[in-house]
């Protein structure tokens, strides 16, 4: 069989779209890249003579602008300037409100943040779906609408590096009165070490061997080792196997800590600040 590109060699390789070739890629026949060539040629050659990338003049220039300005000017056309910034302002509030923030959004994509901090709803304008939080400085605790710098730094902080802090201040008043601004950690936090690293490593080693790595609410595969009794509370049992568990990371937050809980995330997070 020969080439069905037209180079007459005997065809040896079936292309994708089902003709024989006499060479694995089709672009890489003797007869193809031939005719490419004299398609490039006379591309080139069309460039040579001006077809292509033409300069214009001083003048066509200074017409192109002036046609420009009364295109720009005319309140009929589609291109007038306060027609195309109206449009323009329209499309993009349609497209802020389709992206818009919602709390079941939240939920979903941030669990532990939605455990720790209370949202809601402005309450004056529910059809607007703006979300308020509450201040954290204990002589306040009023709900307000944070900025979208202020929502994202307070996930980010939790999500990403596990740290409670960032927190909402309805004013630079509260902000500054609260002793809990600019702390890296809580003062009233305990600060005697239950366990040093290594003996924790080797705890939670043995914990996900014994369980084959297997989360014990859903079956998945295992990442974190859940205490039943809960260390704050009962720091005899920090390192006890017989009072923990392996579980995937999304049941450790979901089911791990449940609201009920006395000692859940999200009641911990809400105690007064002194």
Partial sequence: MKCEYGCEQDALYKTKNGKWCCSERFNTCPEV???NSEKNKIKQSGKNNGMYGKKQSIESKRKNSESNKKTWADPN???NTKTYRAKLKESLKIVGITRKRTISMLKE?????CKIEKLRYNPENPKEKEIQVRCKNHECKKWFTPTNIQLYERIRNIEQHGLDNSFYYCSDECKN???L????SDPNKRKDILYTNEEYQTF???VLERDNSICQYCGKKANNVHHERPQKLEPFFALDPDFAWSCCEECHYKKGHPKESECSTGKL???MCI
Wanted: overall charge positive; proline content about 8%; charged content about 20%.
């Fill in 33 to 35: 890249r031939r005719k």
């Fill in 77 to 79: 056309s589609t291109f």
């Fill in 109 to 113: 994509k941030y669990p532990l943040f």
């Fill in 177 to 179: 009165i609260c002793p």
């Fill in 181 to 184: 601004f600019n702390l890296h």
């Fill in 204 to 206: 939670r080693t043995y």
């Fill in 269 to 271: 997070a809400n105690i």
